[in-house]
């Protein structure tokens, strides 16, 4: 079971504790965007073998949306962080590389 520690209140929280969000990080299509950057946004996610960042809900606990880093394959989570960061912060990066060496996303590693 995937457990994730809440990292507003500090609950390590069990996966039926917990809402997804989706994939973490998408930019906003602000109104100079084109058809196809829209659409992108809408629709298009990316779905790694590895390394993923994810949105989730403590919605049975403090109810505020963060983030997390985890493995898609082990279900290892790497750590979360609150919601209002644009890309991971450094901890969770040196975290990932730490067991993950070489992993990347976006640009990132
Ligand atoms: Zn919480």
């Known amino acids: 079971m995937l457990r994730l520690t809440c990292p507003y209140c500090g609950v390590a929280a069990e996966e039926t504790e ?17 058809d196809d950057a829209f659409h992108a ?8 073998r590895g390394v993923h960042f994810e949105r989730w809900r403590h919605a049975m606990g403090c109810g505020k949306w963060f983030h997390a880093a985890r493995c898609t394959v082990t279900l290892e989570v790497f ?30 590693s």
């Open 79 to 108: 750590g979360t962080y609150p919601a209002q960061t644009t890309e991971p912060p450094a901890h969770i990066r040196a975290a990932i590389t730490a067991k993950r060496p070489g992993w990347a996303w976006r640009g990132l």
């Open 18 to 34: 917990l809402a997804p969000g989706g994939e973490a990080h998408l930019a906003r299509v602000g109104p100079e965007g084109n």
């Open 41 to 48: 946004y809408l629709f298009e996610r990316e779905n790694p």
